[in-house]
Structure formats: structure tokens, C-alpha cells
């Protein structure tokens, strides 16, 4: 054979064809599309609400119940060690203070175990843009913020007024 010819038989026995490599190309181009698509969400996860970018940081984790009792009416409470029970404001303020640094990265869990009542709740903190939505008995809403700004503001719910507590952002 000559040696043009077995060049020529060389290129077309080497020759890439979409369809035996077709199956191939169509899991991996939807892998790479999930793993794209997996990644913004994930990295859009990772935005707290009153931020512009990604914290990578591990947030405090503050856990708040919204509850009611015959004895003491609607209010939050908290089991989480960045809260304290006393918070020395007298009247009005009937639930947990919760303390933080300033610039720190806070995550509220909020859920409602209103058995008695069974009523919605919410959490706003207007300062830090953070606002759940309203619960039903046994939801819950986790929100994560940074702690921009030093000083003393107040957390509520806009359904039951008479439920707010202090968050206290020091230096």
C-alpha cells in the first residue's frame, strides 16, 4: 500500500465520532450542570441576610422557641448559652436578652411550640434585616446574620407585640 493511502486509512480509523462517545458526553455535561447548579445554590446559601458575600465562618447558634402559658402569656424562650433569661429591662420585655460581638456571625432557629394556643409567630429584628415568616404551631425558620452595628436593639413578633426581647451587640 502506498504511502499516502496509509495515511489517508490512518485519519479515518483515528477519527472522533460523536456517536460512539455520545452517551459519555450527554452524563458528564449533566453531571458538570448539577454540579454547577449545586454549587450557586450552596454558595447563595452561605449569604447572610444583611451581607453581600459568602460567610465561610461557623455562625453562634442562637435557638428560639415561640411558646404561650396561662401564667406568663406569649414570649420566647431560649436555651442557648449566647442568651440570658434576666435582661434587667423591666416591663415589656419578657424574653431571653441574647448577647453577641460585634461582627459576629449569629444563626436564629426559630420554631413555634405554641401548643395552647396554636397562633402564628414571628421574629423580626429590623436593625440586622432579619424578619421570619409567620410560623404555624410546630414550624420553624433558621436566618443567619452578622452583628454589624454596636448597641442595644429589640427582636419581636408583629403578631403578639407584647413578645420581645433585647439582642446586646458589644465590642
Known sequence: MPKKARRQQNVKNSKFTFSKYKYAIMIFGGIAVIVVIAGYFGIRSLIPVNGNTP????????FMKASHSPQTGWLFTSQSTAASRSNGMGAGFNSPTIFLKYGALDSIHLINE?????????????????????????????????????????????????MRGLIKVEQ
Open 55 to 62: 460567610a465561610f465562618a461557623p455562625p453562634i447558634n442562637t
Open 114 to 162: 405554641d401548643a395552647d394556643t396554636r397562633s402564628l409567630h414571628n421574629l423580626n429584628i429590623d436593625t440586622f434585616n432579619v424578619h421570619t415568616k409567620s410560623l404555624g404551631y410546630f414550624e420553624s425558620q433558621s436566618l443567619t446574620f452578622i452583628a454589624n452595628k454596636i448597641g442595644t436593639f429589640v427582636y419581636y413578633c408583629n403578631i403578639h407585640p407584647e
